[in-house]
């Protein structure tokens, strides 16, 4: 699933390719169309004619990103997106130039440009979601979400909250990954800081003491900006919007690993559903 670094780069690969160009048409797959027919809402979450009809012709003046969306800011509302565990953005003058063959075979939602581009969501699992928003402060997943990782007042949000009544007596490897606590972590991000600053994934955060929480949000925060540089992580299906890939999970030292760099047989436990490793001799504590 892409995580804040790789949406991020997603982001930063898109927007000069996006920006200043208006949307002349929208189409849709087959199998996005039927599944609407059918009462699910298949990608887009809202329906097809309602979506069409508040993009198209629209300019897209923008493109940002919060946590693990990212939102088009159009000359009059937004489009957001978010990836879920396959999703992609390519544009290109053919749709033939998307190489990843599954990539190509599950294109589903087809924007034509003002330049004679295509702007195309593909999704091979189709967990991601687009929706047409007139106002993007309303957006019920960005209200109650921490701050960016990256914004001043960050810190000071993750050590308070660490101490609410409702998160306290929480595993700190859940927590990290709680968008309410942290924004944009993931849970390869979440074995990895825990693994370099030696703290055993099933502390609780009250355990911690204040020097640890601090480290922790700030190795964190760290990883993440690294792994930006090195455009995030490819782990199984995510690629860029130009069809490159991270090399992030070249310098993963925990996660997906059988040995931690140390040589100790690392285990793998189940945390709130996600999978998490640890080394059991470096981070005893
Ligand atoms: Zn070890």
Redesign the pocket.
């Known amino acids: 699933m892409p995580e804040l670094p790789e949406v991020e780069n997603i982001k930063i690969g898109l927007k000069p390719n996006v920006i200043n160009k208006k949307i002349l048409n929208v189409t849709y797959s087959n199998i996005i169309s039927e599944s609407h027919k059918n009462g699910k809402l298949a990608l887009v979450k809202d329906e097809l004619s309602y979506f069409s009809d508040n993009v198209i012709g629209k300019e897209i003046l923008d493109l940002e990103r919060r946590g693990k969306y990212v939102y088009f800011t159009l000359n009059e509302g937004y489009l957001v997106t978010h990836f879920g565990m396959t999703g992609a953005y390519f544009v290109v003058n053919d749709e033939r130039e998307i190489t990843n063959k599954n990539y190509y075979k599950h294109r589903h939602i087809i924007f034509e440009l003002s330049t004679g581009e295509k702007l195309v969501f593909s999704d091979i699992r189709r967990f991601g979601e687009l929706r047409y928003l007139d106002n993007i402060s309303n957006f019920k997943p960005f209200k109650n979400l921490a701050p960016e990782p990256f914004e001043n007042n960050s810190l000071d949000y993750f050590l308070a909250k660490l101490e609410e009544k409702k998160y306290k007596l929480q595993k700190i490897k859940a927590l990290l990954l709680e968008g309410n606590v942290f924004c944009g972590c993931g849970n390869i991000y979440a074995c990895e800081v825990l693994y370099r600053e030696k703290i055993n994934p099933e502390r609780t955060a009250d355990s911690l003491t204040l020097e640890e929480k601090k480290r922790i949000f700030e190795t964190l925060v760290e990883i993440l900006k690294f792994s930006i540089t090195q455009g995030g992580s490819t782990i199984s299906d995510y690629v860029h919007s130009d069809g490159g890939e991270g090399n992030m999970q070249n310098y993963l030292k925990i996660y997906g690993k059988k040995e ?1 760099p ?1 040589g ?1 047989e690392t285990e793998n436990i189940i945390i709130k559903t996600r999978s998490t490793y640890f ?1 059991p ?2 981070q005893k504590n």
């Open positions: 931690c140390l100790h080394c001799v470096c």
